[in-house]
């Protein structure tokens, strides 16, 4: 099956909000000073920040830190990604060349922070600047500090493209931001991401009109939030996809991720499907043995002897196993259209084959009620055929 990517795309500006009050030197320098050793890869890097750093602010300041200013952004490839590449592929790669686009600021990060034991998201949407919207995707982060969240650009906080050449700047304006100034110029495609309790839709990011409005339904997105860590993957992206068309399909980015979320579901539910009918094959072709074994049984007259309760095994449990696929097959759900028919075909074979094996249980209920003289006049010349195996 093919798999979905979102294209994350920015735009950085040479002008930015004011600069940020806090002095983070002393981290800034320790961090500056990290060894060649100890940055190959986002382990190392979160082992050397926490030897260095005690409390979950000083930490990230110093995650953010390493990421915007080790890494360059790739003016030459933003239009180039390679979708086919893992999240881990992504990390590995900018690590190793110290560039990228802001998908790859966004998972370093992100995954620096997670190996800390520090709660982190890469985040998707898009942006304003200047009262004008953008029109390329764009990833940045959200972190939770004290309990509290916070919105990190680590892209927008590396510096700036000026006339297709990126220059390396640190702009702390986008380190530790409250979600309710970030939400001015980063809007995320999904409303839970937005850390507010009265999300902004996407029709009042464009007219400018971010201010927290309190007519508007309470939103609780700390419980969301909780709720949305313990759904499986596939109600996860079933319910992102419904916030998004909720908050207003205003621009072919958010059309185009709130499609990628359908198909992904999609092809996830698919997925699924499809273990559960290699599973479910799996134990039809268990049963159809143990059932060719009861009608060589048969044929050969219930030769050699065995007790009753063994004959009555023997028939007993291919019968049930059919008839657990039987039941298991119509709880499969959807599945694409090429596989309808195997699916249609599967079907019909194990309800073919159950109802033989419900013909054998009646044969050997009655066997079983007779005398043994009796008994011996039940078996008929002609023989039984074995099922084949799925």
């Known amino acids: 099956m093919k798999n979905l990517y979102i294209l994350f795309l920015f735009s950085l500006f040479a002008s930015s909000f004011a600069q940020a009050t806090a002095d983070y030197a002393a981290i800034d320098s320790q961090m500056a000073l990290i060894p060649v050793n100890s940055s190959v890869n986002t382990t190392a890097i979160a082992n050397y920040i926490d030897s260095h750093f005690k409390n979950e602010t000083d930490k990230v300041r110093a995650s953010f830190y390493w990421t915007a200013s080790s890494i360059s952004y790739d003016v030459a490839n933003m239009f180039a990604i390679d979708f ?57 982060n959200a972190v939770q500090i004290d309990n509290k ?27 530790k931001v409250d979600p309710v100034k970030m939400i001015v110029s980063h809007i995320p495609f999904d409303y839970l991401w937005q850390f507010l309790n009265y999300p902004v839709t996407n029709a009042e990011f464009y007219a400018g009109k971010t201010q927290i ?44 991720r709130y499609q990628g ?17 290699n599973a479910i094959v799996s134990e039809m072709n268990e049963a159809v043995v143990l059932l060719n074994d009861f009608i060589y049984y048969r044929n050969n007259k219930f030769k050699p002897s065995f007790p009753d309760a063994e004959i009555s095994r023997m028939i007993q449990l291919p019968k049930e196993k059919l008839k657990k696929c039987l039941d298991d097959i119509y709880k499969v759900g959807s599945v694409v259209e090429e596989n309808e028919a195997q699916v249609a075909a599967m079907k019909k074979n ?25 008994r011996k006049t039940m078996f008929s010349k002609s023989s039984w055929f074995g099922i084949p195996l799925n």
């Not at 969240?149 to 380190?175: A, E, H, I």
């Not at 609780?220 to 992206?237: C, G, H, M, P, R």
């Open 149 to 175: 969240w916070y919105v990190f650009d680590p892209t927008w906080g590396s510096g700036y493209v000026n006339k297709g050449k990126f220059f390396k700047k640190l702009n702390n304006s986008y380190f």
């Open 213 to 256: 409005n309190k007519v508007k339904k309470y939103f609780d997105f700390e419980n969301e939030i909780a709720k949305y860590v313990s759904l499986s993957e596939t109600d996860q992206l079933f319910e992102a996809a419904e916030r998004i068309q909720k908050n207003g399909l205003k621009n072919g980015m958010i059309a185009e």
């Open 84 to 140: 086919s590449t893992s999240t881990q592929e992504k990390i590995e790669g900018t690590l190793k060349s110290k560039k990228g686009v802001c998908i790859h600021y966004a998972e370093v990060f992100n995954d620096i922070n997670s190996k800390m034991g520090i709660q982190s998201y890469v985040i998707d949407g898009y942006t304003k600047k200047e009262g004008k919207v953008g029109d390329l995707a764009h990833a940045w």
């Open 261 to 277: 979320k359908k198909e992904q579901l999609g092809n996830l539910r698919n997925n699924i499907s499809i273990e559960k009918l």
């Open 350 to 374: 194990i309800s073919n084959a159950a109802a033989q094996a419900e013909e054998h249980l009646e044969f050997v209920e009655s066997y079983l009620s007779k005398s043994k003289l009796v």
